[in-house]
């Protein structure tokens, strides 16, 4: 499986994140660490229900940057 890239949000009690090449994949979990280990599942299960399904998987495209400080 590809590599790809994951947005998480969130602060001291509720993390989300998505996947920008993956619409629709998403997960939540009360920290950081556990919003990860959801969303590393939800990327398995999303794609796996694309080739079930006969749809394409798409390839990742997106990068992140850490952080950009604009000031």
């Known amino acids: 499986m590809s590599a790809y ?5 969130g602060d001291d009690a509720s993390f989300s ?9 998403v997960a939540t979990g ?3 660490d556990e919003v990860e280990a959801r ?8 794609v796996q229900s ?4 006969g749809e ?3 390839e990742p495209t997106a990068v992140a940057v850490r952080s950009v400080d604009v000031a």
């Open 56 to 58: 394409p998987v798409p």
């Open 17 to 25: 994140a998505y996947v920008p090449d993956l619409p629709g994949c």
């Open 5 to 9: 890239t994951v947005i998480i949000e």
């Open 30 to 32: 009360r920290s950081a």
């Open 39 to 46: 969303i590393r599942e939800a990327i398995r299960l999303h």
């Open 50 to 53: 694309l080739e079930e399904h």
